[in-house]
C-alpha cells in the first residue's frame, strides 16, 4: 500500500461519487440529487483540506487519511454488527430514542424507532427528502454558515443514509434521542458520511446524544454532518461522545441555526481517536437567544482532537457562553480554536470564551487560538486560553492531609473537568463520561 | 514523639537550616519563634514533606520511624498535620468532600473501615461547632472566595477531623483579626491532650497568649539559638529580636 497525496484522495472520492451516483435509481431529477451534485462541483474546486489550509494547519487530515486509508481495502457494506455487541456501547441505563447507524447509514434493526414520543418524527434522509419536500427546501443545506467547508460539500454529495428529525412545535420530549454511529471496520477499511437534519420547531424541547465507535483494527473515516434548526422559544441541547478507535479519522461539523429567544446548549466530548475534527458552527439569527458551548479533550496515547467552533453574532441582545478545557498525556494533542463573530448590528452582545489545558507530559502538545472578530460597539467580550501542568500546591496540599498521590491527581483532574461534565443534564450519560474519566485518571 | 537531630536544609542549592535539634514529647505545645527569614516555615515544610526543599544532612525521627523516608501523604496517614500559612484554593473540589476522602485514606491506612455517610457528617457537624464554621462554607469548593479567617479556620477544622498526633501551625495567627484568633486558639487548645503534640511556629507572642507553650525556641538563621519556656516570647515581644541577635553574636 502506498501512501496518497491530497490529489490523490480528491480523485478518489470523486470517482467514488460517479460509482455512488450510477448506484441511485429514480434520482436524477430531484431536489436531493441537484444539492449532491452542486456539492461535488463545489469540492472539486479545492479538494481535500490540506495543510495551507489556515483551518487545517494543525490537523492535516489529508496526510494522516493519506497514511492510515487503505483504498484497496475499502468496503462499506461488509460488516455483521449485532445487536448484543451494539448494546455493550450503548449508554447504560439510558431510556432514549435509540439510532443505530451502520457505516453511516441508518440500521432499522438495530434501531428502536418503532414507537416515538408523541411530536417527534424520524425519517431516513433519503426518503424525507421527498415527504417533508417543503422542510427540506426551506433548510436543507440551505443556510449560510461560517466555518463550513470542503468536508461539509462532501459530505452533502454522498447524502443517503441519515436521518431527518422533526420535533413538532410546543412539543417537550424528555426522552432523549441517542445515535450511535458504528464503523465496522473488522474486515475492512471503511468511509462513512452520515448525514442527519434536525428540525425543532416553535417552543419545543428536546436533547440528540451523538455518539461514534469505530470496531476492528481497520481504519475508518468519518465525515459526518448534522444541520439543527433551533426555532423560536426553543431549549435544545446536543451532546457529541468520540471514544473512537486508534484507527479513526473523523471530521464532523454540527452546524446550528439558532433563532429567537432560544437557548442551545453543546457538549462535546472527546477520549479517543486517531485524528478527531469537530467543527461546531452556531449562527444566531433572532435576538434574545442564548448558546452555551461545553467541551473536554481527555487525551493520551497518539491521540488528536480539534475543537473549531465558531459563534455568529448576527442580530443583537444575544449571549453566548463558551468553555473548553483539554487533559492530555502521552504523545496527544489538542488544537482549540473558537471564533466569535460579532455583526455590525449585533449591539448589546455578551460573548465569553475560555479555553483551559493541562498537560501532563513532556510530548503532549496543545495549540490554542481564540478567536474575537467584533464589528459593533455596545458589546461585552472576552476571550482565553491557558495552557499549564497540574498545580503542585494543590496536589501538596491534598498529600499533606493523607491522600495519596494518584488520588490526588485524580481528585484534581476531576475537579477540573467538573465544570464542563456539570453540563451533562442526562444523569446515565454523565454517570457514564465520569466513570470513563475515572478509568482513564 | 518527634525528634530532630543536626536537620540541615536547602532550596535550590540555598542553605536554610543549618543544624536544627528539637524534642517533642506527647502533650507538649512548642512554639518556635524567630524573624522573618529565619527559617521557621521551611522548618514546618520540610516536616510536613514538601519536595520543594531537599534534606542535606540531619535526622527526624517520629514515633519512632525516620521521618524523612515516607512522602507527604504517608506522613499525614502517621498523624503529622501542617496548618498551612497560605491555605490553598481547589476549585471544583468542595471541604466535605476532600475531608472524607482524607479521612478515610487515613482510617484504611491504620486498618479500619470507611466512615459511613452518617457517622462522617456527624463528626462534622461535632468539629464545626469547634471553630464555629458553617455547612455552606463546607459544601463550597476548598477555600475558593474563602477570607483570611475563614481559611485558617478551614485549617483547624480538617485538623480537628483528622485528629493528628502532632500539629505544625504555620504562621495560622497571620493576617487574623482578634476574635477570629480566639476561635482558632480555642479550637486548637481544646483538641490537645496528653497523646498529642503542637508546634506553634509564629513571628509575634500574641497567639501565645491563647496557646500556651511549653516551650519557646528562637529560631535564627536557621538555628534555634535559645530555648525558655513562656516567658521567653514575653520578652522578645518588649525586646524585639535584635538581643537574639546579639547573643547570637552575627549582629
Known amino acids: ?441 | 514523639m518527634l525528634s530532630i537531630k543536626d536537620l540541615h536544609a536547602s532550596i535550590e542549592g540555598k542553605e536554610i537550616l543549618k543544624g536544627i535539634n528539637l524534642e517533642v514529647k506527647p502533650g507538649e505545645v512548642h512554639a518556635i519563634m524567630g524573624p522573618n527569614g529565619s527559617g521557621k516555615s521551611t522548618l514546618a515544610s520540610v516536616l510536613a514533606g514538601r519536595e520543594d526543599f531537599t534534606v542535606d544532612s540531619g535526622e527526624i525521627t517520629f514515633k519512632g520511624n525516620d521521618l524523612l523516608e515516607l512522602e507527604a501523604d504517608e506522613r499525614a496517614k502517621e498523624g503529622v498535620f501542617l496548618a498551612f500559612q497560605y491555605p490553598i484554593e481547589i476549585p471544583g473540589v468542595t471541604t466535605t468532600n476532600f475531608m472524607k476522602t482524607a479521612l478515610n485514606k487515613i482510617r484504611e491506612h491504620k486498618g479500619l473501615e470507611p466512615l459511613d455517610a452518617v457517622s462522617f457528617l456527624s463528626r462534622m457537624k461535632e468539629k464545626m461547632k469547634l471553630v464555629e464554621i458553617d455547612q455552606t462554607l463546607l459544601s463550597r469548593s476548598l477555600n475558593e472566595g474563602f477570607s483570611g479567617g475563614e481559611k485558617k479556620r478551614n485549617e483547624i477544622f480538617q485538623m480537628a477531623m483528622l485528629e493528628p498526633t502532632l500539629s505544625i501551625l504555620d504562621e495560622t495567627d497571620s493576617g487574623l483579626d482578634i476574635d477570629a484568633l480566639r476561635i482558632v486558639a480555642n479550637g486548637v487548645n481544646k483538641l490537645k491532650n496528653e497523646d498529642n503534640a503542637t508546634i506553634v511556629v509564629t513571628h509575634y507572642q500574641r497567639l501565645l497568649d491563647y496557646i500556651v507553650p511549653d516551650f519557646v525556641h528562637v529560631l535564627f538563621d536557621g538555628k534555634i539559638v535559645k530555648t525558655g519556656g513562656k516567658e521567653l516570647a514575653h520578652k522578645l515581644e518588649e525586646k524585639g529580636y535584635d538581643w537574639i541577635k546579639e547573643e547570637a553574636g552575627v549582629a
Open chain 1, 1 to 441: 500500500m502506498s501512501k496518497l497525496i491530497k490529489e490523490d484522495i480528491d480523485k478518489f472520492f470523486i470517482g467514488q461519487f460517479e460509482a455512488f451516483e450510477n448506484s441511485l435509481n429514480g434520482e436524477s431529477k430531484k431536489p436531493l440529487h441537484a444539492k449532491r451534485k452542486q456539492a461535488i462541483e463545489n469540492f472539486k474546486s479545492d479538494g481535500f483540506p490540506h495543510a495551507k489550509n489556515e483551518e487545517y494547519k494543525y490537523s492535516n487530515i489529508a496526510k494522516t487519511f493519506g497514511k492510515l486509508f487503505n483504498v484497496e481495502n475499502l468496503s462499506d457494506d461488509n460488516f455483521s454488527l449485532s445487536l448484543d455487541e451494539a448494546t455493550r456501547y450503548f449508554i447504560p441505563e439510558l431510556d432514549a430514542i435509540r439510532l443505530v447507524f451502520v457505516n453511516g447509514v441508518l440500521d432499522n434493526k438495530l434501531s428502536d424507532i418503532d414507537t416515538l414520543p408523541k411530536g417527534v418524527h424520524i425519517q431516513v434522509i433519503k426518503t424525507a427528502a421527498d415527504d417533508y419536500a417543503e422542510d427540506f427546501e426551506k433548510h436543507f443545506n440551505t443556510h449560510e454558515i461560517e466555518g463550513a467547508d470542503n468536508f461539509s460539500e462532501l459530505n452533502t454529495a454522498f447524502t443517503k443514509g441519515g436521518v431527518f428529525v422533526k420535533i413538532d412545535a410546543n412539543a417537550v420530549v424528555e426522552t432523549p434521542i441517542a445515535c450511535y454511529y458504528f464503523n465496522d471496520a473488522k474486515n475492512s477499511d471503511v468511509i462513512s458520511q452520515p448525514r442527519n437534519l434536525v428540525i425543532a420547531e416553535k417552543n419545543s424541547q428536546a436533547s440528540l446524544i451523538e455518539s461514534y465507535v469505530t470496531l476492528g483494527e481497520n481504519t475508518s473515516f468519518t465525515n459526518a454532518v448534522t444541520e439543527i434548526v433551533v426555532k423560536d422559544d426553543c431549549v435544545f441541547n446536543y451532546y457529541k461522545y468520540q471514544n473512537e478507535s486508534n484507527q479513526a479519522i473523523q471530521v464532523g461539523a454540527t452546524m446550528v441555526h439558532q433563532l429567537g429567544k432560544s437557548v442551545f446548549n453543546g457538549v462535546t466530548l472527546s477520549l479517543n481517536g486517531a485524528m478527531l475534527r469537530n467543527n461546531l458552527n452556531i449562527a444566531i439569527h433572532k435576538e434574545h437567544s442564548e448558546t452555551n458551548m461545553y467541551g473536554l479533550y481527555l487525551l493520551d496515547g497518539k491521540t488528536h482532537v480539534d475543537n473549531h467552533t465558531v459563534v455568529d453574532h448576527k442580530v443583537p441582545n444575544c449571549e453566548s457562553n463558551e468553555m473548553y478545557k483539554g487533559i492530555l498525556d502521552g504523545q496527544s494533542r489538542g488544537v482549540f480554536n473558537g471564533k466569535i463573530f460579532v455583526r455590525q448590528d449585533a449591539q448589546k452582545t455578551n460573548a465569553f470564551q475560555s479555553n483551559r489545558n493541562v498537560v501532563l507530559s513532556d510530548d503532549a502538545e496543545v495549540d490554542t487560538k481564540p478567536q474575537l472578530e467584533i464589528w459593533a460597539d455596545d458589546v461585552q467580550c472576552s476571550h482565553g486560553a491557558t495552557v499549564g501542568q497540574l498545580d503542585l500546591d494543590q496536589l501538596f496540599y491534598l498529600r499533606a492531609r493523607g491522600i495519596d498521590k494518584q488520588t490526588a491527581k485524580s481528585m484534581l483532574l476531576n475537579a477540573f473537568a467538573s465544570d464542563v461534565l456539570s453540563n451533562i443534564k442526562i444523569e446515565a450519560f454523565r454517570t457514564l463520561i465520569e466513570n470513563k474519566i475515572n478509568e482513564r485518571l
